[in-house]
């Protein structure tokens, strides 16, 4: 590479916190080396654990059997696709959504992105809550946009709406909300999306432009205790909602997810046309043939979410019971219990050399937190037990 080429590539990697912390924790901390090694169990990243479900492997091996001369040419959403994404996000978002609605995605990552470009210049700034999921700033940056952190509430870790009020400026054109959270595993309740809503509306009166949501929901199907997901899009029409399937399916390295915007929405035409263009201005950003192809059979499949309940309690009793701080996670698969100790890193090394590998709270820019992976198999949630057990002896003795 030459000079401005590399120069362009550690911008971004300096320039976006987590992302940059990230890979010194990569490079610092042996991870990549230690997570094969026999023995270790780990719980950091949202990967599957075991062999995907034959269900999902038939679905696509199906997909791969070309019907016509088409079947691989270039797509971008596929009518079938949308349709049975439209079908099944009516079900969890009660509007009206239509094929016309959404636009198929590679997974959320292409989602934000494209939706940050459709609606926000260079230079402007969008506003996000800590913790955040790694990658918001690192796309914001890669748009030209400037990011601006909110601390989450403590100890709830809902959305500091004071905060965000005071961190709009002339120059914000996003706010991002992500609900289930990663990483607090938070579910937003209804009256404060309404609050966040009529604060958006009031704010974009004030600074004379439109605030626009990105409503992050790639756990908005993996909800506990029959709880209701409220989405921010029910009560702000102008969100752009991202799904991925990575989460519910277990299987991220398949890039499929889409962005919905609501029905109704004034000059949606302009903004599907935007859509249209930037998915395609920015590598072709559309999921390919066989996962569109497949997605209708994918939308019947889920990981499933009783057993993760199940792991949760499993864990959540089982630190309580040692001494931990943790809340229930509402969605997700995450748990974010506080470190024992103030120095979550100094915490999570502990648990690494005793063979369990978590992500400190200072990778989401909020020290003094860690944060569980459950998409590990029961038994080695079981096996990592008496590591805690262990960790939290050493760590305050
Ligand atoms: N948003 C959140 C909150 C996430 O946790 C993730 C993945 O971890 C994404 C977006 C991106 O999802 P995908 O990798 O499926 O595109």
Not at 265 to 283: H, N, S
Not at 299 to 313: F, G, I, M, T, Y
Request: hydrophobic fraction near 45%; charged fraction near 20%.
């Amino acid at each position: 590479m030459d000079d401005m080429q590399v120069s362009r590539r550690s911008a971004l990697i300096q320039g976006a916190a987590p992302f940059r912390m990230l890979f010194e924790y990569f490079d610092t901390s042996g991870y990549q080396e230690r997570r094969h090694e026999p023995g270790v169990l780990d719980l950091t990243f949202g990967d599957p654990h075991e062999m995907q479900m034959p269900a999902y492997v038939e679905a696509l091996q199906d997909a791969t059997v070309p019907r016509d001369e088409l079947w691989f040419a270039y797509k971008q959403s596929e009518r079938p696709a949308q349709e049975a994404a439209a079908e099944s996000l009516r079900r969890v978002v009660p509007l009206d959504w239509t094929a016309d609605n959404l636009r198929m995605t590679t997974g959320g990552f292409g989602a934000i992105t494209v939706a940050m470009k459709a609606v926000a210049d260079p230079g402007d700034e969008v506003v996000f809550t800590l913790p955040p999921w790694f990658l918001y700033e690192g796309l914001a940056l890669e748009a030209g946009l400037v990011a601006v952190k909110v601390p989450a509430l403590r100890p709830s870790f809902d959305l500091d709406l004071d905060g965000i009020s005071a961190a709009i400026t002339p120059r914000t054109r996003v706010v991002i909300v992500n609900t289930p959270n990663n990483p607090s595993g938070r579910i937003y309740p209804a009256s404060l999306l309404a609050a966040l809503a009529e604060l958006l509306e009031d704010a974009s009166r004030r600074i004379g432009h439109r605030i626009w949501l990105i409503s992050d929901e790639p756990y908005n199907r993996i909800v506990f205790d029959g709880a209701t997901l409220r989405s921010p899009a029910e009560f702000y029409p102008w969100t752009l909602l991202c799904y991925s399937y990575g989460k519910t399916l277990l299987a991220p390295g398949q890039r499929i997810g889409y962005i919905a915007v609501p029905p109704g929405l004034p000059g949606a035409e302009v903004l599907m046309e935007a859509i249209d263009t930037l998915q395609i201005a920015g590598g072709w950003l559309f999921p390919n043939a066989v996962l569109q192809h497949a997605l209708p059979r994918l939308e019947e499949l889920s990981l499933d979410v009783p057993a993760l309940q199940a792991k949760r309690d499993r864990m959540v009793s089982a630190l309580r019971e040692l001494g931990y701080r943790v809340a229930v996670p509402e969605g997700t698969f995450y748990l974010w219990p506080e470190s024992p100790v103030p120095d979550d890193e100094a915490f999570t090394r502990v648990l690494a050399d005793l063979g369990v590998l978590v992500l400190p709270g200072r990778l989401f820019e909020t020290p003094g937190w860690f944060r569980i992976c459950l998409t590990a198999t029961m038994e080695t949630i079981e096996q990592s037990l008496p590591r805690f057990a262990e960790a939290i002896r050493r760590a305050t003795s």
